[in-house]
């Protein structure tokens, strides 16, 4: 009778054991596909520090923005709500500090669906050669390329009228910096595997040459502090 018992506690037992397993399976095919197709959850918000992200993402979160905020030194994740965008999409605001900001991007990046990639049109020329080797490493990312994760390049800041240069002067500006980066970093990249699609672009370099290889750059202006956002919003829309 105790043996009968004991059989069948094991039978159960072996069957929990199988689910358990199987459970592990279709998860894990779950997440390969998941990353395989590009179909993050996450909207990543980058840029040089001091460019608007952390004010960006309290308008995005309709949380208002107020002057003055400090600079992040580590990732704030929060969640998108408007009603242009049908579902509610997570959001992180990467730290622009050189120190800290590659390694929380490399953190975030596997679940990236989107980024934008902010740009302080006021003090861009001071900054332009920081920027570009910013924007450099997101389009050469292995992660975001082999994704063709779409990335929005923002000039935050037109609210400062004839003081902020406009978009399509920084995506000129960026292109050519980025020509000259895919000439000086190609040795050191290739090594990593990193930079792999943008040694392939047609030269000189530019973001309608990326898009022929599946990753789209697409511009568009803001002012996060007066929640002018509209352009962003309706890219989100889109691509979130
Ligand atoms: N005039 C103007 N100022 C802005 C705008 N967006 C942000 N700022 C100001 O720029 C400064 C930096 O903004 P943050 O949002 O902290 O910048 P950040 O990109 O998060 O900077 P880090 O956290 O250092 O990477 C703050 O003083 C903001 O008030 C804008 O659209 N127009
Ligand atoms: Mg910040």
Known sequence: MQQLQLREMLGSMQILYMLLVLGIILCLITYILHWKVGSGDTVLLVGHNGAGKTTLLLQLEQRGACKGTVTSMKES???IKREKIERQLRVVDVPGHPRISKGIFVRHCDRAKAIVFLVDSIDFMVQKDQV???LYD????RTISSRKVPVLLAANKVDCGAKAHSVEFIRKRLEKALDQLCVT???VDAEGGEGKVLSKVERPFSF???AMYGSQVTTASCSALHGDIREVVHWLSQHG
């Open 77 to 79: 994740v929060g969640v």
């Open 185 to 187: 970093r190609a040795d």
């Open 132 to 134: 570009a080797e910013h």
């Open 138 to 141: 997101v389009l050469a990312s």
């Open 208 to 210: 309608a040459g990326l």
